[in-house]
């Protein structure tokens, strides 16, 4: 592993080597229950962390600043029970305590040691973009998992580092089966491609709904302003001009457009608790996204109503009453 780590510092660009049990952004992986040995709770009441085992660069790679304490050292190869925590975990199991120096029990798979808080870092979308997961940070040495990523931090670009990083790995190991190397752009893109496609479905069905209210509002002033050609017809041989009418239709088209956005704000309104969890860094009551599509309704409506206003400013008055 250190054989590993030392041959992909030495390439060219390289600025830190990380190791972790799971990739970033690839969602949970370990989640388990913190237990404070001088603080037992019932099970169900024990707060629920991620774990991930790293290596003393992880931080550094990953860029995520070290709040509280220390971090972890080669040192601690000879007391390996040791922990960084994030600063949700250490709201949720040590709330307004100091964390630094105490313990968590049972959290070292096949074994009954204590490990001990050494550090506090910042929270960070570790599982993915939405949320910032409760996380536990260990050493890899104190329990090795089943499997490990390498992240490298490089000014290069990934395509001319990811060869580069293969040719290190099969040095090391020529037997070792590399998996599909990403650079983080991709993997932040893997990561909301199922935000992405639910995304993509309800833009189709929106649009499809803009279309089906634009067609109605057509359909109905269509229909309405062909009943009424005599009385365009009669307006226009007293005098009325195509300016008057057109903005005669479009009023009496406002009230049924201004009404159906209304209802439509109220509803977006009474299902906002359903639809935070499909936005990410956006707040559910945006004024900007909330008086967008309102006015996209209304400009998409007046835009549906010109075409029957100007058919009825452009009424012939001699055949509109010859047909009376």
Known sequence: MRTAIAGLKQLPGVQSVAMTSATPLAGETWVDNLTRPDHPVPQAERPLANLRWINEDYLSTMQIPLIKGRNLTAADRAHPYVALISERTAREVFPGENPIGKKLSDIVPDSQSEVTVIGVVADARINGLKDKAAMVYLPYWDFTPWTLSFLVRSAQPSGVMMPEIRRVLWQVDPQIAIPTLKSMNEQLSDSVETDRFQAVVLSAFGIAALLLALLGVHGVLAYSVSLRRQEFGIRIAMGSGKGALI????????????????????????????????????????????????????????VAAIVPARRAASTDPMRALRTE
């Open 247 to 302: 903005g005669l239709v479009l009023r009496q088209a406002a009230s049924p457009i201004l009404l159906g956005a209304g209802v439509g704000l109220a509803m977006a309104l009474i299902a906002q608790h359903w639809v935070s969890g499909l936005l990410y860094q956006t707040p559910v009551m945006d004024p900007l996204a909330l008086g967008g599509s309102v006015l996209l309704l209304l400009v998409a409506a007046t």
